[in-house]
């Protein structure tokens, strides 16, 4: 069972297989039934993109690329009440992280509003639209339920004059926001409840970041958004599932309006991931509530908090790939997507060591005052990056975790009268315990081997562990941020309020961590691999001299050992 759960999710594995909407675009394609392919990218800029955008994005401007065609990036920015500049910058970033450029095809909803007023003036003239009287609760009320049909508003039957003269004074600001509505006249019994009367037109006297006070009135998502398609040739329209049930609203429109081309919607199910909640609109009430740092906090699930993160870009569009596109709603177990993260950062980062809870150890018989340096590998993976030279001495600081006093029996690292073997350098025996008054263990005093430098015994005594350590005297000081999901279960909400299932414990901040001096002065957002620690990435709020960094996720695979269960 879970190898072929495993094996649906890796479907896009092999290239060779293409995923339905892929397919769907590759008949089209062969049939010659466009010139070109063209997709887009519809974000609604009220917020910053979260990994279910990428999915998107990967989609759209994978198929593009796949196909010679080109993908659009569409700011459907239809409602001026929630919308602002920052979150257009944002979008138009975090797309270009990924990877993908949409060239000079940049357009918004908003540059169609004139043609968009045009149509509806055409839909009144044809008489398919009127403008009704009744309130946004009396027109829900009206429009029936799932069992019933809807009622035809009083105002269904207005003449189209009276239409006409309305919609016009709709748009001259004569009436407050709400007085008035322009509806599609389309079938108030049909079993599809999109099909009942839409609102096309809303008065919202609201300046608009792009329009200004041009308009008073705005399009509804339903009427902006195929007819801007048709504007641009869109000739694949793919969105979410959700939109399954406006599709026939989608086609109504552009059957009904002269628009110049015949674009299709096409959708897919949306990415749900564990322990994730993927919706601009809760991601906004974390922001807002001061739940977490910030829209780019590393535990968002937003574009920007995973870059800040150090999630690399390429490993969301391998993820991508491999979660594939389907019909069916489905969700993805995050340790997945880590395991696309772990994959990347293996090959690209170089190791460091850095030391999280430092415990101090004295190397009592090393001589006062000498340093010695080691040379230590960049990248095992890549031989090309290197080496640098680590520096060593008579004090150094080790993880408080790699010593016990009593230890049990699985546990190899350093213990009372113990030798390990110091990474690069030599092997250690503990000595002695010093203890604070409070019993707690604050130094190990430890001899080391002189013929073991580079870390072998002429003798080819070896022991079980090998520890990162830093020189006390030349470490720099740091702050390291750990992270665990934003909430504890994986499917937050499910039962009860999402808040109540947010993580208490979803950040640590260790404050006296002490790391290698080639750590000090990395630019933001540079990415390692803390040996042994895990992968880890510069964040922008470290100061010269105390640099901070976020750890992006541990060494350990969860997903990899998922699969070998499998199988
Ligand atoms: P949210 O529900 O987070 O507010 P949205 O759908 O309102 O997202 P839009 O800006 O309208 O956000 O989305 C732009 C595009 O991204 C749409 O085509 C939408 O279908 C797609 N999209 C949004 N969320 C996901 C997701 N979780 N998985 C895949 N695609 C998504
Ligand atoms: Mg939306």
Redesign the pocket.
């Known amino acids: 069972m879970a190898d072929n759960d495993t094996r649906r999710a890796g479907a896009n594995e092999d290239e060779a297989s293409l995923d339905f909407i892929r397919e769907i675009v590759a008949a089209d394609h062969e049939a010659g039934t466009h010139r070109a392919i063209v997709t887009r ?4 800029p ?2 910053y993109l ?1 990994i ?2 990428a ?2 994005i990967c989609l759209n401007f994978g198929i593009a690329e796949e196909f010679g065609g080109r993908c659009h990036l569409r700011f ?1 920015d239809t409602n001026p009440t929630k919308e602002e500049q920052r979150y257009i910058d944002a979008i138009e970033e975090d797309v270009r992280w990924l990877g993908f450029s949409w060239g000079k095809h940049l357009y918004h909803a908003s540059d169609y509003f004139a043609q968009l007023h045009e149509w509806a003036v055409h839909l009144i003239r044809a008489g398919k639209a009127y403008v009704d009287d009744l309130s946004a609760d009396e027109i829900r009320e009206y429009r029936g339920t799932l069992t019933e049909p809807g009622r035809p508003s009083p105002y269904r039957e207005r003449s189209i004059e009276e239409n006409l003269d309305l919609f016009a004074r709709m748009r001259a600001g004569e009436f407050p926001d709400g007085a008035r509505v322009l509806r599609a006249k389309i079938d108030m019994a049909s079993g599809n409840i999109n099909m009942r009367d839409p609102v096309i037109y809303r008065i919202l006297h609201a300046r608009h970041p792009r329009t200004g006070d041009a308009w008073c009135i705005y399009p509804t998502y339903d009427f902006a958004h195929g007819q801007s398609d048709a504007i641009e040739g869109v000739t694949h329209s ?3 599932l959700e ?1 399954e049930d406006h599709r026939p609203l989608y086609d109504w429109f552009v059957e009904n309006l002269p628009v110049p081309s015949r674009p299709h919607q096409y959708e897919f199910a ?3 991931l564990t322990f994730t909640m ?4 809760f ?1 906004l009430r974390l922001v807002n509530e001061g739940r977490v740092r910030g829209w780019d906090d590393p535990r968002m699930p937003t574009l920007s908090g995973i870059r800040r993160r150090g999630f690399p870009p390429e490993a969301l569009r391998a993820f991508a790939n491999m979660i594939g596109v389907a019909k069916r709603d489905s969700v993805v177990d995050y340790a997945m997507l880590e395991h696309c993260v772990r994959d990347v950062l293996n090959l690209e980062c170089e190791r460091r060591m850095a030391v999280l809870r430092p415990l101090r150890v004295v190397l009592t018989n090393y001589p006062e005052g000498q340093v010695e340096e080691f040379e230590a590998i960049n990248n095992p993976e890549h031989p090309d990056a290197g080496s640098r030279r680590v520096p060593f001495s008579r004090v150094l600081y080790i993880e408080r975790e790699d010593f016990m006093e009593d230890p049990p029996k699985k546990f190899f690292r350093l213990a009372p009268g113990r030798e390990v073997r110091l990474r690069y350098a030599y092997l250690v025996t503990c000595q002695e315990v010093v203890k604070d008054e409070h019993g707690e263990v604050v130094e190990l005093r430890c001899t080391y081997d002189p013929a073991t430098r580079g870390g072998s015994a002429p003798d080819g005594r070896s022991p079980k562990a090998t520890l990162h350590w830093v020189s006390a005297a030349h470490a720099v000081p740091a702050e390291v941020r750990l992270y665990d999901h934003l909430f504890t279960r994986p499917d937050p909400g499910a039962e009860g309020d999402l808040l109540d299932d947010l993580n208490p414990s979803s950040e640590t901040v260790l404050s006296e961590c002490q790391v290698e001096p080639s750590l000090a002065d990395l630019a933001a957002g540079t990415r390692l691999q803390f040996e042994r620690l895990g992968y880890f990435c510069v964040d922008p709020d470290g100061r010269p001299g105390r640099p901070v960094f976020s750890r992006t996720c541990t060494l350990r695979d969860t997903w990899a050992k998922v699969r070998a269960r499998g199988k």
């Not at 990218?41 to 609604?44: A, I, K, L, N, Q």
């Not at 993927?278 to 609109?281: E, I, M």
């Open positions: 990218f519809p974000p609604e009220n917020g979260h279910g955008h999915k998107s459907d793919i969105c979410t939109f949306r990415l749900n993927l919706s601009k609109r991601l």
